[in-house]
């Protein structure tokens, strides 16, 4: 185990892509000291910023407000981070394996094109979670993103597989240009949710204003929606499939593309 | 030398059985019923690779905490000569039987298994490209359109050597010994997991031998030396003894060694009843089968 506790928090973004499992576990805790980080365009050290216990070892602690530590796992393959705080922005970017779980508040860009792995943020988010960044043609490849509290704008934009469950509020373009993948959206979300979708699922616990581009197919209990519900179950997510409280509302599009993605909306019975 | 069970005795012989490979389907379904009904169709007229093709049966009926969906379930043990036999009769029999039953959906049952066989990949035509598909945790589960909703199935089955033939004949002085002998067999074998019994209640009256004396063309025909009827007449060596007026056979498909022996094991001491004379195996000599069953062994 190795804990880094920030000594204060740096004046402008650090970026810190070397605080990965895959790296910490190679090295000792003089050579994750010295391991370089940069504020700004310059190159620092590790134990400018941070007090570092512990080496040898793929699981990492990290203490103190460090929503302005960026990168924080980057590209990880196993191993785990434990922020105890805030977490900066692109955390977990690239990962494709290992855990990282955040207990206070995430940035913009979480698991940017991550390809596996979980990252699980107690707070809040920011924006693009999951998504493709510029220029780039595919998000999200694989693996599972849990937001406990709101999240931005272009949740999962671009993404292809995986899955993003956010508890709380979501902004716009939730799901913009999505091509696969699975997107549950606990209170719903604000505007233009799909849109450009090309294929992939929406799921919305709560409202969503719909652009005209989706045309309603059904009110049903899709059958994947079991498998997926226990495996969120095991991660503490609830998705509810029981055809005695519900139902979902399937709405098939974005049609402007066209796509073939889907957004489901549950229906409580009774409601 | 022979040994005796509660008045029976074993003969000393072995079961001769064959390499096959196998698949487990997991059947769901809105309810128990429902996926029984599945189940039984997916299974029927799977007796035997001689005329079907293909064994089949169910191995095991499952609660809803038992399956991958959480509904109620069963269990389909698949058997085939090789892969690609058993890949073509799990697409067609999963397509004709199971993707049409109400409410059911289907699932792999040997998720460790490195060999895949494609299933749900084929049987997305019949979606006319509206299926879709969803891709959980390293699974592909096809989401093929229906008119009562959606059939599920997942993308790719394993796949696993497996043993097919394993068999104990059960000589009685008469039918209805032999009958209830062999009933009670297969009730106790039925409890072991990873084989299944494949004939019509898990019992076969017409064991068979490798080809045929007196036509050319037959891939098999009865199994004279069992047969009492014709115990007597010239050309037939018969093994029956005296007292022996009827014969049932039980046939096992397991998916390792060790499940066969332990459901001969069970079936062997269930069926030493009275009226039951002698309780033997068939084999071939030892000349086609790699796996030998000693009854004195089990």
Known sequence: ?271 | MARERRGVEIVDTFAEAFDMRAARVIVTAASDAWARTAATSMTGFATSVIGCKVEAGIEAMLSPDATPDGRPGASVLVFAFNAEGLGTRLVERVGQTVLTCPTTACFDGLPAATDRVPVGSVLRHFGDKLQSSKFLDGRRYWRVPVMEGEFLVQDAFGMQKAIGGGNLLILARDQAAALSAAEAAAAAMRNVPGVILPFPGGIVRAGSKVGAKRYKNMIASTNEAYCPTVRGRVGVESQLPESVNSVLEIVIDGLDRGAIEAAMRVGLDAACQPGVVQISAGNYGGKLGKHHFRLHEL
């Open chain 1, 1 to 271: 185990m190795i804990t880094l506790t920030l000594k204060e928090q740096p004046s402008v973004p650090l970026e810190a892509e070397v605080l990965s499992p895959d790296v910490t576990a190679q090295l000792s805790t003089a050579g994750i000291r010295a391991l370089p980080v940069y504020l700004g365009k310059r190159q620092r050290r590790v134990d400018d910023f941070f007090e570092v216990d512990g080496g040898s070892s793929d699981q990492i602690t990290i203490r103190g407000d460090a929503s302005r530590v960026k990168w924080l796992g980057r590209a990880m393959t196993r191993g785990r981070i434990v922020v105890d705080g805030n977490a900066g922005m692109h955390l977990g970017a690239y990962m494709s394996g290992g855990t990282i779980e955040v207990s206070g508040n995430g940035s913009d860009w979480v698991g940017a094109e991550m390809s596996g792995g979980l990252i699980r943020i107690g707070g809040n988010a920011g924006g693009q979670i999951g998504a493709a960044y510029r220029g780039s043609s595919t998000g999200m490849r694989d693996g599972t993103i849990l937001i406990g509290g709101s999240a931005g704008l272009e949740v999962g934009m671009r993404m292809k597989r995986g899955i993003i469950a956010v508890s709380g509020p979501v902004r716009d373009f939730a799901g913009l240009q999505m091509k696969g993948g699975t997107i549950v959206l606990g209170c719903g979300a604000e505007l233009r949710t799909g849109a450009w979708m090309i294929r992939g699922t929406i799921i919305s616990l709560g409202p969503v204003p719909l652009m005209p581009t989706f045309s309603y197919a059904a009110t049903y209990v899709p059958g994947f929606l079991r498998i997926y519900s226990a495996y969120l179950s095991s991660l503490g997510i609830t998705l509810p499939f029981d055809e005695r409280r519900g139902a979902y509302r399937r709405y098939t599009g974005d049609t402007s593309v066209p796509g073939k993605g889907e957004i489901l909306i549950w229906a409580p019975r009774g409601a």
